[in-house]
C-alpha cells in the first residue's frame, strides 16, 4: 500500500477525464509557454464551451492543475498524438494530480487483477475508503453528497481511461493498452506512474533496472 501522508485532493469533480478539452489546453500553452496567458485565453474565448462563466472557470482549473504536472514530453502527446495516446495522458495528468484516484487504480484494481477477480463492487470501493480513511480522516468528514460525487467522477474517470469495462456491479477492471509512445513518456518521467495503469510491481521494476 502507498504511503501518503498528505491529504487528498477531493475537490476533482469539476471534470472527469475529458481528453479532449484537456488538449486544446495543452495546445494553447504548449504554443504560447504561460499558464496565466492560457488560462486567459482558454476563459475569454470559452474554449471549453461551458454555459456558463462560473462552470468554465472551475472546468479551467481543474483542467490547468492537471496539465501542470505534465512533463513537456507528455504534454506534445497530449496535444498533437493519437486518441488513445491523449486519453492515456489524460490519466497520467490525474494520476499526477489526484492521488486518491491513483492509489485506488494501483492498490484496490491491481490487487483485484492479481486475485484474478475482474469484477469491481461496490463494497471494493467502501472497503478501500475506510482502509484509507485512518490516515485520510478528510474521507470522512465529507458530506454524503460529496461521497457519491467523487465516486461517480472517479468511475467516469476509470472507464474513460479504459481500466474499467461494461459489467456487473461497477464494470469489469481491465489494463489499458499503452503504445509505445504513451510508455516511454511515462517510464522516462518515472516508472511508478505505470502503477496506475494496473502494470505490475514486477514489470516496473524491471524497467527501473533496466
Known amino acids: 500500500m502507498y504511503v501518503n501522508a498528505t491529504p487528498y485532493n477531493l475537490s476533482f469533480t469539476a471534470a472527469s ?30 474554449a471549453l464551451q461551458c454555459r456558463s462563466a462560473s462552470s468554465a472557470e472551475r472546468l479551467e482549473l481543474e483542467l490547468r492543475k492537471r496539465l501542470v504536472t505534465l512533463s513537456d ?4 502527446i497530449l496535444a498533437q498524438a493519437t486518441a488513445e495516446d491523449r486519453v492515456a495522458m489524460a490519466w497520467l495528468a490525474a494520476c499526477k494530480r489526484i492521488s486518491f484516484a491513483f492509489e485506488f487504480a494501483a492498490e484496490a484494481l491491481r490487487d483485484k487483477l492479481a486475485a484474478h477477480d475482474n469484477i469491481l463492487r461496490p463494497s471494493d470501493y467502501e472497503t478501500y475508503v475506510e482502509t484509507k480513511a485512518a ?32 459489467g456487473i456491479a461497477f464494470g469489469t477492471i481491465q489494463r489499458p493498452l499503452l503504445s509505445p509512445v504513451a510508455r516511454h513518456a511515462i517510464t522516462s518521467d518515472d516508472p511508478r506512474w505505470l502503477a496506475g495503469f494496473l502494470v ?4 516496473i521494476g524491471g524497467l527501473s533496472l533496466s
Open 17 to 46: 477525464l475529458r481528453p479532449e478539452l484537456a488538449r486544446i489546453v495543452a495546445e494553447y500553452f504548449l504554443a504560447v509557454r504561460d499558464w496565466e496567458k492560457t488560462k486567459e485565453h482558454i476563459l475569454s474565448t470559452n
Open 73 to 76: 514530453e507528455q504534454l506534445v
Open 135 to 166: 490516515a485520510h480522516p478528510e474521507l470522512m468528514r465529507l458530506s454524503a453528497s460529496t461521497k457519491i460525487k467523487i465516486r461517480q467522477v472517479l468511475l467516469k474517470m476509470l472507464s474513460e481511461a479504459g481500466l474499467l469495462g461494461a
Open 200 to 203: 505490475t510491481d514486477q514489470e
